[in-house]
Each structure stands twice: as C-alpha cells, then as structure tokens.
C-alpha cells in the first residue's frame, strides 16, 4: 500500500487535488464507515458523514492558523464521530457513550412513504431561489468554493461561509416545520 505523510495529504486538500480527495476515502472510509454502521447507520449514512468530514476538512486547512496536532486519522475519526453524535442529536435519538466506541439507540421509527431524496427535495423547494443555487452547488455539483465565490460574486471566504451557513439554516427550518406538523 501507497504510503503519503499527513502534511503532504493536507497540503494537497488544501490545493483541492481531485486526488487528494480520492486517497482521503481510501485510506479512511471504512473505519468511519465502521463507527457510523456500528451505532445504528447504514451505508449511505456513512457516506454522508465522511462526504460532511470531508467539507470540515477542507474548510479548516484553509483557515491560516490550522494546525494538525494529532494524526489525520485521529482528526478525521474526531470529525465525523461529532457529526455522528449531532445527526443522531438532532433526530432525537438517545444514547449513551460511556465506553466512548459504541453506544445503544433506542429504536425509533423512519417515515417509509417519503424518501430522504424527496424530503429534500421538498426542503430545497421551500427556501430561498438564491440558497437553492448555492446549496446544489455545494452539495449536489460538488463545486469548488473558490468557483462558487467567483460566480455568486462574494469577496471573501468569510461571506462565502456565511451565505453557506444561513442557507442550511433555512433548510434546518423548514425540515423542524414539517417535524413539528408530523
């Protein structure tokens, strides 16, 4: 097996080398897809996480400062097990992580008549013209940052954030409306 040191990974994330992006999934896929499937996910679950890692990652070796004080591994393990925790949060989903692995969940019941393609789909439809480019951009068309603050007009990365963060705000709104109509 191929073998690249931390810091040259990072460095090329950094650079948004399509292959960077494909040694990230083979070295470290599986053992969050391990964590996510062991603790109630599935296998598009465990996608979603790493794809989300991924994001975090990306946006925190832009950041001047950002520093790896452990391994890569480690890091991107600490990453998606919090995202992990907060989905699980999120979907109200209890659980107890004192062996700081695996967790039990108490069973909870998934909406079998409509898709997670349709309820975001839904969702998507209900914001903002100018967020429903964005989000599709980011998440669907797996756009560059850099391309998207070109084409949208931003100056900074800062306001590229920002947009991102009240667009997925608005999505996190409109799915607790239809919760709150269930």
């Known amino acids: 097996m191929q073998s690249i040191s931390d810091n040259t990974l990072l460095d090329k ?8 992006f494909a040694l990230l999934y083979k070295f470290y896929f599986a053992p969050i897809a391990s964590y996510v499937k062991r603790n109630q996910g599935n296998n598009e679950d465990a996608e979603d996480i790493f794809q989300e890692t991924v994001l975090v990652l990306l946006q925190k070796v832009r950041e001047p400062d950002f520093v790896l004080t452990s391994s890569l591994k480690t890091y991107l393990y600490a990453i998606s097990k919090n995202l992990w925790l907060k989905r699980l949060r999120d979907n109200k989903i209890k659980f107890s992580d ?7 969940i108490e069973p909870f019941e998934i909406e079998q008549e409509i898709s997670k393609e349709e ?3 839904s969702w998507l439809s209900k914001i903002t013209e100018n967020c429903q480019r964005i989000l599709k951009a980011i998440f669907y068309y797996q756009e560059p940052m850099s391309a998207l ?5 931003w100056k900074n990365k ?25």
Do not use: P
């Open 158 to 182: 800062h306001t590229a954030a920002n947009q991102q963060y009240k667009c997925i705000q608005q999505i996190k709104k409109e799915r607790q409306k239809e919760k709150g109509l269930d």
């Open 149 to 153: 603050m070109a084409k949208m007009g």
């Open 119 to 121: 309820k975001v789909t």
């Open 98 to 104: 004192s062996a700081n692995v695996d967790f039990e």
């Open 13 to 20: 994330v950094k650079a948004e080398e399509s292959a960077s």
